[in-house]
């Protein structure tokens, strides 16, 4: 069993250059399924969601070659199986995200039914809704969904009860082969989708509209694979500015390798909260000369504050020169968090989806527990400026998504180190 141990009090220098978007990577993984050939994928980040979902398209028949740590020769041309099993789609619920292109290429799909996880039930009724529309018939049984479409799938309008990002990619990747014209009412317009819409443009699709509420998609014959680069994880980059906000000396430090455009309400409100973050071609520059300021925040769709970065902006919050609430309006679980940053010394008391936060003046070193991917990092974070030594246990969900990050946080001048410790339990 590994955890995280953080010495806080270390000032941060210098530049850290974030790896490959998590989300995006894991949805274009899936839509070579659509391309029969070999497609490459670059900047891919090496996290274990990559794996598992590397995993999922082996079984199916796909091969694929490490070209280097960073690129993945992706060959669907002998897929021949069409199932998501348990215990992938068990470790990482975005296996789901198969289910789209395997309608698009073979009409039918099998996967395991996704279950709750630690950010609520999860469903998937708005995918299922909207295939169906295209002609898609479901069926259950012994835990799996079976898809299928005997005549085909045709083009419609889709109206998303909620601008769900998975129904939205799903849709997408089952759409680009249906007959005729689809249109996706209330899409989701995460730079992801822009990303996946991107690629499938390059592979033959006609997609039109990523990015905005609207997407219209027609179909085509065939797409053709390509060679894609994922771009930059706005979730880890925004990560490390709340480390910089923390923690940076008077330099302040650098987070680059992505779009500063994709964590524009992030950046504002960071602002708002008293941190410089100064725009530069690689990405921004982030340091803090001042107080926070408690500014209250709400999570929404993008372009909204992301759900991604709640527990990262509550790390700043919980340390503001008076109280602020933040607002989780997309997972109705996501505030486990709270009550680890709370065993730091944070004052935050919870009331249904609202986080009341009253700001302390700093957080004392303890042995806490990553609830989730996020969480864990945002704990490890804390830890930058906690009095004494943080201990992040659970830390296989930060390696889900945050590549080297324990090598990333050293370079930049912290304390941090991942440490084996025996399981007390087995004492
Ligand atoms: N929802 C439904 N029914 C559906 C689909 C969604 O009720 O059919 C609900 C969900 O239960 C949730 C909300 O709608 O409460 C939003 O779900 P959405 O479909 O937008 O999210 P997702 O596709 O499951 C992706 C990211 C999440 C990120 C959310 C929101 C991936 C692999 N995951 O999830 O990322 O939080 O969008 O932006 O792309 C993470 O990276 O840590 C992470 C959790």
């Known amino acids: 069993m590994d955890i995280i141990r953080v010495e806080g009090g270390h000032a941060l220098a210098g530049a850290v250059h974030v790896s490959g978007a998590k989300n995006s990577a894991l949805k274009l993984m899936a839509a070579t399924l659509l391309a029969p050939g070999v497609t490459t994928l670059t900047n891919v980040p090496n996290i274990s969601d990559v794996h598992v979902m590397g995993k999922v398209l082996k079984r199916m028949g796909a091969t694929i070659e490490v070209v280097d740590e ?152 065939e797409l053709h694979p390509v060679t894609h680069r994922v771009i930059g994880d706005r979730i880890e980059a925004g990560t490390f500015i709340v480390a910089g906000a923390l923690a940076a000396g008077p330099e302040g430090i650098e987070v680059t390798g992505f779009s500063p455009a994709h964590l524009g309400m992030v950046l504002k409100k960071f602002e708002l909260m008293g941190i410089d973050v100064e725009r530069t071609d690689e990405g921004v520059r982030v340091h803090r000369a001042r107080g926070i300021r408690p500014v209250d925040i709400q999570t929404l769709p993008f372009p909204g ?59 004392s070193g303890a042995q806490v527990t990553s609830p989730d991917l996020r969480g864990g990092a945002a704990l490890a974070v804390a830890g930058l400026i906690a009095e004494g030594y943080t201990e992040v246990s659970a830390i296989h969900h930060i390696d889900r998504g945050y590549e080297h990050f324990v090598e990333k946080l050293c370079a930049l001048g912290a304390h941090v180190e991942r440490v084996a410790v025996p399981d007390p339990i087995d004492d």
């Open 70 to 221: 960073h690129s993945l020769a992706i060959d669907t041309s002998a897929v021949d199986s069409w199932e998501a099993p348990y215990e992938l789609v068990a470790k990482m619920r975005a296996s789901t995200a198969v289910m789209g292109p395997l309608l698009g290429r073979f009409g039918c799909a099998k996967i395991a039914m996704p279950g709750g996880c630690n950010l609520g039930a999860r469903k998937i009724d708005m995918h299922i809704l909207g295939l169906e529309a295209l002609g898609v018939e479901f069926d259950t049984d012994h835990g799996y969904i079976h898809a299928s479409a005997p005549q085909g799938l045709s083009g419609t309008t889709v109206t998303l009860e909620f601008a769900s990002v998975g129904a939205t990619e799903n849709l997408i990747m089952a759409s680009v082969r249906a007959e005729g014209t689809t249109v996706i009412d209330n899409a989701a317009r995460e730079p992801e989708i822009v990303d996946l819409a991107n690629m499938l443009n390059e592979m033959g699709a006609r997609i039109t509209g990523a990015g905005t509420p609207v997407v219209q998609i027609e179909g085509v014959d």
């Open 305 to 363: 504050f992301p759900t991604d970065m709640q527990a990262q902006a509550m790390v700043l919050s919980a340390l503001a020169e008076g109280s602020s609430v933040i607002t989780e309006n997309i997972f109705e679980n996501r505030f486990m968090f709270a009550s680890e940053l709370v065993r730091m010394g944070a004052d935050i008391r919870i009331e249904g989806h609202h986080a009341m936060i009253h700001g302390v003046d700093g957080y």
